[in-house]
Protein backbone atom coordinates (compact mmCIF):
# COMPACT_ATOMS: atom_id res chain seq x y z
CA UNK A 1 0.00 0.00 0.00
CA UNK A 2 1.61 3.15 -1.12
CA UNK A 3 1.63 6.26 0.91
CA UNK A 4 -1.40 7.98 -0.75
CA UNK A 5 -3.59 4.93 -0.52
CA UNK A 6 -2.76 5.06 3.07
CA UNK A 7 -3.57 8.53 4.06
CA UNK A 8 -6.42 8.08 1.91
CA UNK A 9 -7.39 5.16 4.27
CA UNK A 10 -7.92 7.42 7.13
CA UNK A 11 -9.70 10.55 6.00
CA UNK A 12 -12.05 9.06 3.31
CA UNK A 13 -14.18 7.96 6.27
CA UNK A 14 -14.88 11.22 7.24
CA UNK A 15 -16.21 12.16 4.08
CA UNK A 16 -18.41 9.32 4.15
CA UNK A 17 -19.75 8.82 7.74
CA UNK A 18 -21.44 12.84 7.87
CA UNK A 19 -22.98 13.17 4.59
CA UNK A 20 -24.52 16.88 4.56
CA UNK A 21 -26.72 17.44 1.91
CA UNK A 22 -25.47 20.71 0.26
CA UNK A 23 -22.38 18.82 -0.30
CA UNK A 24 -23.06 16.75 -3.82
CA UNK A 25 -19.49 15.48 -4.06
CA UNK A 26 -16.76 15.41 -1.94
CA UNK A 27 -13.17 14.27 -2.03
CA UNK A 28 -12.62 11.59 -5.01
CA UNK A 29 -12.65 14.14 -7.54
CA UNK A 30 -10.67 17.16 -9.13
CA UNK A 31 -13.20 19.37 -7.11
CA UNK A 32 -15.82 19.01 -4.37
CA UNK A 33 -19.04 19.91 -5.48
CA UNK A 34 -21.64 22.17 -3.08
CA UNK A 35 -25.18 23.36 -3.85
CA UNK A 36 -26.43 26.31 -2.08
CA UNK A 37 -30.06 26.95 -1.47
CA UNK A 38 -31.32 29.78 -2.92
CA UNK A 39 -32.25 31.72 0.34
CA UNK A 40 -28.88 31.20 1.78
CA UNK A 41 -25.13 32.87 1.18
CA UNK A 42 -21.95 30.70 1.48
CA UNK A 43 -19.19 31.66 4.04
CA UNK A 44 -15.97 30.62 4.05
CA UNK A 45 -12.43 31.42 5.87
CA UNK A 46 -8.99 29.85 5.09
CA UNK A 47 -6.51 28.89 8.29
CA UNK A 48 -3.28 27.63 8.83
CA UNK A 49 -1.61 26.04 11.79
CA UNK A 50 2.39 25.63 12.19
CA UNK A 51 4.35 23.31 14.15
CA UNK A 52 6.05 25.27 16.66
CA UNK A 53 3.91 28.35 16.18
CA UNK A 54 0.38 27.34 16.31
CA UNK A 55 0.53 24.08 18.41
CA UNK A 56 3.72 23.08 20.51
CA UNK A 57 6.25 20.20 19.01
CA UNK A 58 5.13 16.84 19.92
CA UNK A 59 1.24 17.88 20.48
CA UNK A 60 -0.64 15.42 20.28
CA UNK A 61 -1.97 14.71 16.90
CA UNK A 62 -5.61 14.24 17.83
CA UNK A 63 -5.44 17.50 19.62
CA UNK A 64 -4.16 18.98 16.75
CA UNK A 65 -6.38 17.94 14.20
CA UNK A 66 -9.45 18.90 17.00
CA UNK A 67 -8.10 22.67 17.42
CA UNK A 68 -7.01 23.75 13.94
CA UNK A 69 -10.49 22.70 12.88
CA UNK A 70 -12.20 24.33 15.90
CA UNK A 71 -10.42 27.45 15.08
CA UNK A 72 -11.29 27.17 11.59
CA UNK A 73 -14.81 26.91 12.51
CA UNK A 74 -14.64 29.73 15.30
CA UNK A 75 -14.83 31.91 11.52
CA UNK A 76 -17.88 30.94 10.83
CA UNK A 77 -19.46 31.64 14.50
CA UNK A 78 -18.25 35.08 14.24
CA UNK A 79 -20.58 35.53 10.72
CA UNK A 80 -23.66 33.54 12.74
CA UNK A 81 -23.29 30.99 9.79
CA UNK A 82 -23.84 26.79 10.28
CA UNK A 83 -20.77 25.00 9.09
CA UNK A 84 -21.39 21.95 5.95
CA UNK A 85 -18.25 21.37 5.02
CA UNK A 86 -14.40 21.44 5.02
CA UNK A 87 -10.87 21.12 3.01
CA UNK A 88 -7.33 19.80 4.67
CA UNK A 89 -4.59 20.43 2.98
CA UNK A 90 -1.73 18.51 5.49
CA UNK A 91 1.93 18.87 5.18
CA UNK A 92 3.54 16.25 7.16
CA UNK A 93 7.28 15.06 7.50
CA UNK A 94 6.25 11.31 6.94
CA UNK A 95 3.18 9.28 6.56
CA UNK A 96 3.21 7.10 10.11
CA UNK A 97 0.04 5.22 10.90
CA UNK A 98 -0.23 5.86 14.52
CA UNK A 99 0.42 9.34 14.03
CA UNK A 100 -2.35 9.77 11.08
CA UNK A 101 -4.58 7.42 12.70
CA UNK A 102 -4.65 9.71 15.80
CA UNK A 103 -4.89 12.83 13.65
CA UNK A 104 -7.98 11.54 12.00
CA UNK A 105 -9.83 10.59 14.82
CA UNK A 106 -8.98 13.88 16.45
CA UNK A 107 -10.50 15.74 12.60
CA UNK A 108 -13.37 12.65 13.12
CA UNK A 109 -14.62 13.72 16.51
CA UNK A 110 -14.62 17.44 15.91
CA UNK A 111 -16.00 17.63 12.50
CA UNK A 112 -18.90 15.06 13.80
CA UNK A 113 -19.57 17.89 17.32
CA UNK A 114 -19.35 21.01 14.82
CA UNK A 115 -21.63 19.01 11.58
CA UNK A 116 -18.83 19.27 9.10
CA UNK A 117 -18.14 17.22 6.32
CA UNK A 118 -14.61 16.49 4.78
CA UNK A 119 -15.06 17.73 1.50
CA UNK A 120 -11.75 17.31 -0.06
CA UNK A 121 -8.15 17.81 0.87
CA UNK A 122 -4.49 17.61 -0.54
CA UNK A 123 -1.66 16.31 1.55
CA UNK A 124 2.01 17.01 0.33
CA UNK A 125 5.37 16.01 2.37
CA UNK A 126 7.61 19.22 4.14
CA UNK A 127 7.24 20.52 7.61
CA UNK A 128 4.20 19.68 9.92
CA UNK A 129 1.34 22.48 9.15
CA UNK A 130 -2.42 22.20 9.11
CA UNK A 131 -4.18 24.52 6.23
CA UNK A 132 -8.05 24.28 7.05
CA UNK A 133 -11.42 25.97 4.96
CA UNK A 134 -14.62 25.63 6.48
CA UNK A 135 -18.11 26.48 4.50
CA UNK A 136 -20.96 27.48 6.44
CA UNK A 137 -24.50 28.93 5.08
CA UNK A 138 -26.14 31.76 6.78
CA UNK A 139 -29.49 33.12 5.70
CA UNK A 140 -29.23 35.29 2.71
CA UNK A 141 -27.70 38.61 3.52
CA UNK A 142 -27.95 37.99 7.00
CA UNK A 143 -24.08 37.12 7.73
CA UNK A 144 -22.27 38.99 10.58
CA UNK A 145 -19.43 41.62 9.49
CA UNK A 146 -17.08 43.38 11.42
CA UNK A 147 -18.02 46.65 10.05
CA UNK A 148 -21.81 47.68 11.35
CA UNK A 149 -20.75 48.58 14.77
CA UNK A 150 -23.05 52.31 16.21
CA UNK A 151 -22.47 54.51 18.38
CA UNK A 152 -24.56 53.79 21.38
CA UNK A 153 -23.80 49.89 20.25
CA UNK A 154 -23.29 48.08 23.73
CA UNK A 155 -20.28 45.75 23.40
CA UNK A 156 -20.24 42.24 24.47
CA UNK A 157 -18.38 38.95 25.34
CA UNK A 158 -19.56 35.74 25.70
CA UNK A 159 -17.81 33.09 27.76
CA UNK A 160 -14.40 34.32 29.67
CA UNK A 161 -11.42 35.51 28.27
CA UNK A 162 -7.86 34.99 29.26
CA UNK A 163 -7.81 31.15 30.03
CA UNK A 164 -6.57 29.65 27.02
CA UNK A 165 -3.42 32.70 26.81
CA UNK A 166 -2.66 31.37 30.83
CA UNK A 167 -3.05 28.00 29.65
CA UNK A 168 0.47 28.43 28.12
CA UNK A 169 2.30 28.36 31.31
CA UNK A 170 1.04 24.83 31.97
CA UNK A 171 1.73 23.09 28.95
CA UNK A 172 4.43 21.14 29.78
CA UNK A 173 3.43 20.69 33.83
CA UNK A 174 3.67 16.36 34.57
CA UNK A 175 0.54 16.97 36.51
CA UNK A 176 -1.36 19.90 36.27
CA UNK A 177 -3.53 20.96 39.30
CA UNK A 178 -7.46 21.19 38.78
CA UNK A 179 -7.48 24.86 38.17
CA UNK A 180 -4.76 24.55 35.93
CA UNK A 181 -7.06 21.71 34.05
CA UNK A 182 -9.41 24.22 33.64
CA UNK A 183 -7.66 26.54 32.25
CA UNK A 184 -5.89 23.83 29.92
CA UNK A 185 -9.02 22.40 28.70
CA UNK A 186 -9.86 26.25 27.41
CA UNK A 187 -6.55 25.77 25.09
CA UNK A 188 -6.73 22.13 23.62
CA UNK A 189 -10.46 22.38 22.89
CA UNK A 190 -11.51 25.55 21.99
CA UNK A 191 -15.49 25.76 21.30
CA UNK A 192 -16.74 28.15 18.87
CA UNK A 193 -19.89 29.85 19.76
CA UNK A 194 -21.77 28.36 16.61
CA UNK A 195 -25.61 28.59 18.15
CA UNK A 196 -24.75 31.98 19.72
CA UNK A 197 -23.51 33.37 16.59
CA UNK A 198 -26.27 31.80 14.48
CA UNK A 199 -29.00 33.37 16.97
CA UNK A 200 -27.27 36.96 16.35
CA UNK A 201 -27.48 36.74 12.47
CA UNK A 202 -29.67 39.25 12.05
CA UNK A 203 -29.40 41.09 15.65
CA UNK A 204 -25.99 42.45 16.40
CA UNK A 205 -24.49 45.40 14.79
CA UNK A 206 -21.20 43.37 14.10
CA UNK A 207 -19.17 40.27 15.41
CA UNK A 208 -15.57 39.01 15.39
CA UNK A 209 -14.19 36.04 17.08
CA UNK A 210 -11.57 36.29 19.84
CA UNK A 211 -8.86 34.74 18.27
CA UNK A 212 -5.94 37.59 19.22
CA UNK A 213 -7.12 38.68 22.21
CA UNK A 214 -9.88 40.96 22.90
CA UNK A 215 -8.30 44.74 22.55
CA UNK A 216 -6.64 43.69 19.22
CA UNK A 217 -9.68 41.55 17.71
CA UNK A 218 -12.48 44.60 19.14
CA UNK A 219 -9.83 46.87 17.60
CA UNK A 220 -10.53 45.69 14.19
CA UNK A 221 -14.57 45.86 14.93
CA UNK A 222 -13.50 49.76 15.45
CA UNK A 223 -11.21 50.25 12.70
CA UNK A 224 -13.65 48.32 9.95
CA UNK A 225 -17.29 50.00 11.35
CA UNK A 226 -14.94 53.46 11.53
CA UNK A 227 -16.24 54.36 15.40
CA UNK A 228 -14.42 53.58 18.94
CA UNK A 229 -15.22 52.24 22.22
CA UNK A 230 -15.12 52.48 25.79
CA UNK A 231 -14.69 49.32 27.69
CA UNK A 232 -14.95 48.69 31.70
CA UNK A 233 -12.06 46.83 32.12
CA UNK A 234 -14.33 45.63 35.41
CA UNK A 235 -16.69 44.02 33.55
CA UNK A 236 -14.79 42.06 31.31
CA UNK A 237 -15.64 38.16 32.47
CA UNK A 238 -12.84 36.48 33.85
CA UNK A 239 -13.11 32.67 35.16
CA UNK A 240 -12.05 32.03 38.87
CA UNK A 241 -9.41 29.47 37.93
CA UNK A 242 -7.95 32.50 35.74
CA UNK A 243 -7.81 34.73 38.74
CA UNK A 244 -6.87 32.43 41.61
CA UNK A 245 -3.66 31.79 39.37
CA UNK A 246 -3.25 34.54 38.01
CA UNK A 247 -4.40 37.39 40.43
CA UNK A 248 -3.14 40.86 39.19
CA UNK A 249 -2.26 39.41 35.51
CA UNK A 250 -5.17 38.15 35.06
CA UNK A 251 -7.09 41.24 33.20
CA UNK A 252 -4.08 41.46 30.97
CA UNK A 253 -3.95 38.02 29.83
CA UNK A 254 -8.03 38.70 29.35
CA UNK A 255 -6.88 42.07 26.72
CA UNK A 256 -3.95 40.56 24.79
CA UNK A 257 -3.81 36.87 25.34
CA UNK A 258 -5.37 34.68 22.20
CA UNK A 259 -6.87 31.21 21.43
CA UNK A 260 -10.05 31.66 23.40
CA UNK A 261 -12.25 32.06 20.77
CA UNK A 262 -15.48 33.45 22.15
CA UNK A 263 -17.41 36.39 20.34
CA UNK A 264 -17.10 39.93 20.70
CA UNK A 265 -20.36 41.21 19.21
CA UNK A 266 -21.69 44.91 19.36
CA UNK A 267 -26.00 45.54 19.98
CA UNK A 268 -28.20 48.01 19.44
CA UNK A 269 -29.23 48.92 22.81
CA UNK A 270 -33.09 48.38 22.03
CA UNK A 271 -32.27 44.94 20.67
CA UNK A 272 -29.62 44.16 23.98
CA UNK A 273 -33.36 44.31 26.13
CA UNK A 274 -34.98 41.88 23.54
CA UNK A 275 -32.26 39.13 23.72
CA UNK A 276 -33.72 35.36 23.69
CA UNK A 277 -32.33 34.68 27.12
CA UNK A 278 -30.07 31.86 26.20
CA UNK A 279 -28.07 34.39 24.43
CA UNK A 280 -28.06 37.30 27.26
CA UNK A 281 -26.54 34.24 29.02
CA UNK A 282 -23.59 33.67 27.36
CA UNK A 283 -23.24 37.09 27.01
CA UNK A 284 -21.16 40.16 29.22
CA UNK A 285 -21.84 43.85 28.59
CA UNK A 286 -18.20 45.28 28.65
CA UNK A 287 -18.91 48.97 26.88
CA UNK A 288 -20.36 51.02 24.65
CA UNK A 289 -19.44 52.03 20.81
CA UNK A 290 -18.61 55.47 20.85
CA UNK A 291 -17.80 58.05 18.03
CA UNK A 292 -14.27 58.96 18.48
CA UNK A 293 -11.94 56.74 17.04
CA UNK A 294 -9.66 54.30 19.57
CA UNK A 295 -10.29 51.99 22.36
CA UNK A 296 -10.75 53.61 25.43
CA UNK A 297 -9.89 51.24 28.96
CA UNK A 298 -11.40 52.15 32.19
CA UNK A 299 -11.33 50.13 35.37
CA UNK A 300 -11.42 49.08 39.00
CA UNK A 301 -7.73 49.77 39.29
CA UNK A 302 -8.20 53.41 37.46
CA UNK A 303 -5.99 51.49 34.34
CA UNK A 304 -6.47 53.49 31.59
CA UNK A 305 -4.81 51.80 28.55
CA UNK A 306 -5.30 52.48 25.15
CA UNK A 307 -3.00 49.77 23.44
CA UNK A 308 -4.49 46.98 21.56
CA UNK A 309 -1.35 44.57 21.47
CA UNK A 310 -2.71 41.71 20.85
CA UNK A 311 -0.97 38.47 19.93
CA UNK A 312 1.07 39.32 15.56
CA UNK A 313 1.89 35.84 15.60
CA UNK A 314 2.82 36.30 11.49
CA UNK A 315 -0.21 34.48 11.11
CA UNK A 316 -2.68 36.49 9.84
CA UNK A 317 -5.70 36.63 8.04
CA UNK A 318 -5.54 38.98 4.99
CA UNK B 1 4.70 49.04 9.10
CA UNK B 2 4.61 45.36 11.06
CA UNK B 3 4.61 42.78 8.38
CA UNK B 4 0.99 42.05 8.81
CA UNK B 5 0.32 45.58 7.51
CA UNK B 6 3.59 44.72 4.96
CA UNK B 7 1.87 41.53 3.69
CA UNK B 8 -1.56 43.08 3.37
CA UNK B 9 -0.54 45.99 1.00
CA UNK B 10 0.56 43.77 -1.01
CA UNK B 11 -2.22 41.32 -1.51
CA UNK B 12 -5.22 43.99 -0.68
CA UNK B 13 -5.07 44.94 -4.39
CA UNK B 14 -6.03 41.34 -5.49
CA UNK B 15 -9.24 41.27 -3.93
CA UNK B 16 -10.12 44.66 -4.71
CA UNK B 17 -8.90 45.09 -8.69
CA UNK B 18 -11.45 42.13 -9.71
CA UNK B 19 -14.60 42.54 -8.42
CA UNK B 20 -17.24 39.37 -8.83
CA UNK B 21 -20.59 39.91 -8.71
CA UNK B 22 -21.02 36.38 -6.99
CA UNK B 23 -18.62 37.50 -4.39
CA UNK B 24 -20.17 39.97 -2.16
CA UNK B 25 -17.30 39.94 0.87
CA UNK B 26 -13.52 39.52 0.16
CA UNK B 27 -10.64 40.16 2.26
CA UNK B 28 -10.48 41.75 5.89
CA UNK B 29 -13.48 39.91 7.62
CA UNK B 30 -13.95 37.03 9.68
CA UNK B 31 -15.18 35.31 6.16
CA UNK B 32 -15.61 36.33 2.54
CA UNK B 33 -19.24 35.63 1.29
CA UNK B 34 -20.08 34.48 -1.64
CA UNK B 35 -24.00 34.56 -3.53
CA UNK B 36 -24.66 31.82 -5.84
CA UNK B 37 -27.11 32.12 -8.16
CA UNK B 38 -29.68 29.28 -7.91
CA UNK B 39 -29.11 27.45 -11.28
CA UNK B 40 -25.60 26.96 -10.23
CA UNK B 41 -23.16 24.74 -8.20
CA UNK B 42 -20.52 25.63 -6.73
CA UNK B 43 -17.50 23.52 -7.49
CA UNK B 44 -13.84 23.99 -5.00
CA UNK B 45 -10.84 22.13 -4.98
CA UNK B 46 -7.76 22.74 -2.56
CA UNK B 47 -4.12 22.27 -3.45
CA UNK B 48 -0.55 22.96 -1.74
CA UNK B 49 2.30 23.52 -3.56
CA UNK B 50 5.67 23.43 -1.50
CA UNK B 51 9.32 24.55 -2.26
CA UNK B 52 11.75 21.61 -3.29
CA UNK B 53 8.92 19.43 -3.90
CA UNK B 54 6.62 20.70 -6.61
CA UNK B 55 8.96 23.90 -7.59
CA UNK B 56 12.57 24.20 -7.70
CA UNK B 57 14.38 26.07 -4.71
CA UNK B 58 15.25 29.72 -5.72
CA UNK B 59 11.81 29.70 -8.16
CA UNK B 60 11.16 33.35 -8.82
CA UNK B 61 8.38 34.21 -6.81
CA UNK B 62 6.14 35.18 -10.01
CA UNK B 63 6.46 32.10 -11.27
CA UNK B 64 5.63 29.99 -8.01
CA UNK B 65 2.45 32.62 -7.44
CA UNK B 66 1.59 31.98 -11.28
CA UNK B 67 2.28 27.92 -11.29
CA UNK B 68 0.25 27.49 -8.26
CA UNK B 69 -2.88 29.36 -9.16
CA UNK B 70 -3.14 28.07 -12.54
CA UNK B 71 -2.28 24.46 -11.26
CA UNK B 72 -5.76 24.92 -8.63
CA UNK B 73 -7.62 26.68 -11.52
CA UNK B 74 -6.86 23.18 -13.90
CA UNK B 75 -9.13 21.25 -11.24
CA UNK B 76 -12.09 24.00 -11.83
CA UNK B 77 -11.03 23.52 -15.76
CA UNK B 78 -11.86 19.71 -15.37
CA UNK B 79 -15.22 20.16 -13.69
CA UNK B 80 -16.57 22.38 -16.50
CA UNK B 81 -16.39 25.23 -14.51
CA UNK B 82 -16.09 29.28 -14.76
CA UNK B 83 -13.75 30.84 -12.18
CA UNK B 84 -14.81 33.01 -9.12
CA UNK B 85 -12.56 33.77 -6.91
CA UNK B 86 -9.32 31.86 -4.74
CA UNK B 87 -8.32 31.47 -1.24
CA UNK B 88 -4.58 31.75 -0.46
CA UNK B 89 -3.17 30.71 3.20
CA UNK B 90 1.16 31.43 2.41
CA UNK B 91 3.70 30.02 4.52
CA UNK B 92 7.26 32.00 4.02
CA UNK B 93 9.81 32.16 5.82
CA UNK B 94 9.98 36.05 6.30
CA UNK B 95 8.43 38.97 4.84
CA UNK B 96 10.76 40.05 2.23
CA UNK B 97 8.78 42.98 0.12
CA UNK B 98 10.81 42.32 -2.86
CA UNK B 99 9.99 38.45 -2.40
CA UNK B 100 6.41 39.62 -1.92
CA UNK B 101 5.75 42.12 -4.42
CA UNK B 102 7.04 39.38 -7.20
CA UNK B 103 4.98 36.90 -5.69
CA UNK B 104 1.88 39.70 -5.59
CA UNK B 105 2.47 40.84 -9.22
CA UNK B 106 2.43 36.48 -10.33
CA UNK B 107 -0.81 36.04 -8.33
CA UNK B 108 -2.72 39.54 -9.92
CA UNK B 109 -1.53 38.55 -13.77
CA UNK B 110 -2.69 35.01 -13.31
CA UNK B 111 -5.59 35.88 -11.06
CA UNK B 112 -6.83 38.32 -13.72
CA UNK B 113 -6.02 36.10 -16.85
CA UNK B 114 -8.60 33.40 -15.21
CA UNK B 115 -10.94 35.57 -13.89
CA UNK B 116 -10.49 34.93 -10.26
CA UNK B 117 -10.88 37.56 -7.34
CA UNK B 118 -9.26 37.18 -3.98
CA UNK B 119 -11.51 36.54 -1.16
CA UNK B 120 -9.36 35.45 1.87
CA UNK B 121 -6.08 34.25 3.31
CA UNK B 122 -3.66 33.51 5.78
CA UNK B 123 -0.05 33.86 6.54
CA UNK B 124 2.39 32.19 8.76
CA UNK B 125 5.82 32.17 8.95
CA UNK B 126 7.24 28.82 8.21
CA UNK B 127 9.17 26.90 5.26
CA UNK B 128 8.01 28.02 1.85
CA UNK B 129 4.84 26.69 0.64
CA UNK B 130 1.34 27.76 -1.09
CA UNK B 131 -1.91 26.59 -0.40
CA UNK B 132 -4.90 28.08 -2.66
CA UNK B 133 -8.34 26.95 -2.88
CA UNK B 134 -10.17 28.11 -6.25
CA UNK B 135 -13.94 28.28 -6.44
CA UNK B 136 -15.70 27.86 -9.46
CA UNK B 137 -19.53 27.42 -10.44
CA UNK B 138 -21.06 25.45 -13.34
CA UNK B 139 -24.63 25.33 -14.82
CA UNK B 140 -27.01 22.80 -11.84
CA UNK B 141 -26.24 19.40 -12.33
CA UNK B 142 -23.92 19.73 -15.30
CA UNK B 143 -20.57 19.29 -13.67
CA UNK B 144 -17.70 17.45 -15.29
CA UNK B 145 -16.95 14.05 -12.77
CA UNK B 146 -14.38 11.38 -13.11
CA UNK B 147 -16.62 8.86 -13.11
CA UNK B 148 -19.56 8.63 -15.67
CA UNK B 149 -17.38 7.54 -18.85
CA UNK B 150 -18.79 4.81 -20.52
CA UNK B 151 -17.65 1.62 -22.60
CA UNK B 152 -17.80 2.84 -26.51
CA UNK B 153 -16.88 6.21 -25.37
CA UNK B 154 -13.88 8.32 -26.92
CA UNK B 155 -11.06 8.73 -25.14
CA UNK B 156 -9.41 12.25 -26.31
CA UNK B 157 -6.66 14.37 -24.76
CA UNK B 158 -5.81 18.27 -25.18
CA UNK B 159 -2.97 19.71 -26.70
CA UNK B 160 0.62 18.15 -26.15
CA UNK B 161 1.66 16.35 -23.36
CA UNK B 162 4.79 15.54 -22.04
CA UNK B 163 6.27 19.06 -22.50
CA UNK B 164 6.32 20.32 -19.31
CA UNK B 165 7.71 16.78 -17.52
CA UNK B 166 10.91 16.96 -19.98
CA UNK B 167 11.31 20.79 -19.41
CA UNK B 168 12.83 19.74 -15.72
CA UNK B 169 15.79 18.98 -17.46
CA UNK B 170 16.46 22.32 -18.83
CA UNK B 171 15.22 24.21 -15.66
CA UNK B 172 19.19 24.91 -14.78
CA UNK B 173 20.15 25.51 -18.49
CA UNK B 174 21.58 29.14 -18.01
CA UNK B 175 20.83 29.86 -22.30
CA UNK B 176 17.63 27.29 -23.05
CA UNK B 177 17.41 27.24 -27.05
CA UNK B 178 14.33 28.27 -28.39
CA UNK B 179 13.31 24.35 -28.67
CA UNK B 180 14.13 24.15 -24.87
CA UNK B 181 12.29 27.39 -23.93
CA UNK B 182 8.94 26.15 -25.43
CA UNK B 183 9.29 23.48 -23.03
CA UNK B 184 10.00 25.46 -20.38
CA UNK B 185 7.30 27.81 -21.17
CA UNK B 186 4.86 24.61 -20.52
CA UNK B 187 6.15 24.19 -17.08
CA UNK B 188 6.68 27.87 -16.02
CA UNK B 189 3.27 29.19 -17.49
CA UNK B 190 0.84 26.39 -17.75
CA UNK B 191 -2.51 27.06 -19.17
CA UNK B 192 -6.02 25.70 -17.62
CA UNK B 193 -8.06 24.48 -20.38
CA UNK B 194 -11.02 26.96 -19.07
CA UNK B 195 -12.97 27.16 -22.00
CA UNK B 196 -12.72 23.59 -23.52
CA UNK B 197 -13.50 22.27 -20.00
CA UNK B 198 -16.50 24.42 -19.81
CA UNK B 199 -17.95 23.78 -23.60
CA UNK B 200 -17.44 20.11 -22.62
CA UNK B 201 -19.95 20.31 -19.44
CA UNK B 202 -23.04 18.29 -20.15
CA UNK B 203 -21.28 16.59 -23.26
CA UNK B 204 -18.17 14.73 -21.94
CA UNK B 205 -18.91 11.65 -20.05
CA UNK B 206 -15.62 11.88 -17.76
CA UNK B 207 -12.84 14.62 -17.65
CA UNK B 208 -9.97 14.71 -15.40
CA UNK B 209 -6.94 17.54 -15.58
CA UNK B 210 -3.54 15.69 -16.31
CA UNK B 211 -1.03 16.33 -13.43
CA UNK B 212 0.52 13.51 -12.70
CA UNK B 213 1.07 11.94 -16.27
CA UNK B 214 -1.96 10.51 -18.53
CA UNK B 215 -1.37 6.80 -17.68
CA UNK B 216 -2.20 7.86 -14.24
CA UNK B 217 -4.79 10.44 -14.08
CA UNK B 218 -6.93 8.69 -16.84
CA UNK B 219 -6.57 5.56 -14.50
CA UNK B 220 -8.57 7.47 -12.41
CA UNK B 221 -11.02 7.52 -14.68
CA UNK B 222 -11.24 4.49 -15.21
CA UNK B 223 -11.88 3.35 -11.89
CA UNK B 224 -13.94 6.13 -10.76
CA UNK B 225 -16.42 4.56 -13.94
CA UNK B 226 -15.74 1.26 -13.38
CA UNK B 227 -14.33 0.37 -16.75
CA UNK B 228 -11.01 -0.29 -18.38
CA UNK B 229 -10.05 1.63 -22.23
CA UNK B 230 -7.33 0.48 -24.96
CA UNK B 231 -5.11 4.20 -25.76
CA UNK B 232 -3.66 3.91 -29.42
CA UNK B 233 0.17 5.36 -27.96
CA UNK B 234 0.72 6.10 -31.61
CA UNK B 235 -2.20 8.75 -31.78
CA UNK B 236 -0.71 10.49 -28.20
CA UNK B 237 -0.07 13.64 -29.45
CA UNK B 238 3.83 15.21 -28.76
CA UNK B 239 4.64 18.40 -29.76
CA UNK B 240 7.68 18.87 -32.27
CA UNK B 241 10.26 20.03 -29.38
CA UNK B 242 9.29 17.44 -27.53
CA UNK B 243 9.89 14.83 -29.87
CA UNK B 244 12.96 16.52 -31.11
CA UNK B 245 14.51 17.13 -28.29
CA UNK B 246 14.10 13.75 -26.41
CA UNK B 247 13.32 10.74 -29.21
CA UNK B 248 12.65 7.49 -28.42
CA UNK B 249 11.74 9.25 -24.70
CA UNK B 250 8.96 11.26 -25.61
CA UNK B 251 6.27 8.94 -25.20
CA UNK B 252 7.38 7.84 -21.69
CA UNK B 253 6.86 11.34 -20.73
CA UNK B 254 3.58 11.93 -22.55
CA UNK B 255 2.17 8.86 -20.40
CA UNK B 256 3.67 9.36 -17.32
CA UNK B 257 5.31 12.67 -16.65
CA UNK B 258 2.93 15.31 -14.77
CA UNK B 259 2.47 19.20 -14.96
CA UNK B 260 1.30 19.69 -18.50
CA UNK B 261 -2.55 20.26 -17.25
CA UNK B 262 -3.93 19.55 -20.13
CA UNK B 263 -7.11 17.70 -20.08
CA UNK B 264 -8.27 14.28 -20.31
CA UNK B 265 -12.15 13.48 -21.23
CA UNK B 266 -14.38 10.69 -22.47
CA UNK B 267 -17.19 11.46 -24.91
CA UNK B 268 -20.03 9.75 -26.29
CA UNK B 269 -19.53 8.53 -29.96
CA UNK B 270 -22.21 10.06 -31.46
CA UNK B 271 -21.35 13.63 -29.42
CA UNK B 272 -17.78 13.37 -30.66
CA UNK B 273 -19.20 13.73 -34.24
CA UNK B 274 -21.23 17.05 -33.20
CA UNK B 275 -18.16 18.95 -31.15
CA UNK B 276 -18.49 22.17 -32.47
CA UNK B 277 -14.99 23.13 -34.69
CA UNK B 278 -13.15 24.97 -32.10
CA UNK B 279 -14.17 21.74 -29.17
CA UNK B 280 -12.42 19.89 -31.80
CA UNK B 281 -9.61 21.78 -32.77
CA UNK B 282 -8.22 21.24 -29.43
CA UNK B 283 -8.88 17.61 -28.76
CA UNK B 284 -7.13 14.65 -30.32
CA UNK B 285 -8.43 11.18 -29.67
CA UNK B 286 -6.14 8.41 -28.32
CA UNK B 287 -8.97 5.50 -27.82
CA UNK B 288 -11.88 4.03 -26.44
CA UNK B 289 -13.77 3.22 -23.27
CA UNK B 290 -14.13 -0.75 -22.73
CA UNK B 291 -15.97 -2.74 -20.19
CA UNK B 292 -12.96 -4.94 -19.09
CA UNK B 293 -11.03 -3.01 -16.33
CA UNK B 294 -7.71 -1.63 -16.76
CA UNK B 295 -5.81 0.29 -19.33
CA UNK B 296 -4.49 -1.15 -22.73
CA UNK B 297 -1.66 0.46 -24.71
CA UNK B 298 -1.02 -0.10 -28.01
CA UNK B 299 1.65 1.57 -29.97
CA UNK B 300 3.48 1.95 -33.57
CA UNK B 301 6.25 -0.07 -31.89
CA UNK B 302 4.34 -2.83 -30.83
CA UNK B 303 4.87 -1.67 -27.12
CA UNK B 304 2.64 -3.30 -24.73
CA UNK B 305 1.98 -1.57 -21.00
CA UNK B 306 -0.53 -1.64 -18.61
CA UNK B 307 1.43 -0.06 -15.83
CA UNK B 308 0.05 3.35 -14.53
CA UNK B 309 2.97 4.78 -12.93
CA UNK B 310 2.62 8.90 -12.73
CA UNK B 311 4.05 11.10 -10.70
CA UNK B 312 3.49 10.42 -6.77
CA UNK B 313 5.13 12.92 -4.84
CA UNK B 314 3.48 12.05 -1.67
CA UNK B 315 1.37 15.11 -2.57
CA UNK B 316 -2.49 13.76 -3.75
CA UNK B 317 -5.54 15.26 -3.30
CA UNK B 318 -7.60 13.01 -0.79
Redesign the interface.
Known amino acids: M ?3 DL ?2 RF ?2 PL ?1 ERRGHPDL ?2 A ?10 T ?1 DH ?10 EG ?2 FPHRYAPRRIAGRALAAATS ?2 A ?2 G ?1 TPVCF ?3 L ?1 LPQ ?1 EPAWLSDFAKGLAETADRFGLA ?10 L ?1 I ?1 I ?1 VH ?1 TVA ?1 GR ?1 L ?3 GATPGDIVAVSGTLGDAGAALDYLDVPSPDPLEDALLARYHSPVPRLELGQALAGVASS ?3 ISDGLASDLGHILE ?1 SGVGASVDTGRIPLSDALKQLKGANALQLALHAGDDYELCVTIPGQDWQNLPGFVREQLTAIGRIEEGAGLRLSGVNGCEDDSSRGY ?7
Not at 27 to 36: H, N, Q
Not at 118 to 127: I, N, S, V
Not at 312 to 318: E, R
Open positions: GEFIRFAALLIGDDCAIERIPDLVFSIDTQVVHDLAMATLATALAGGDTTRGPSTQGRARRSAIDADHFGKDL
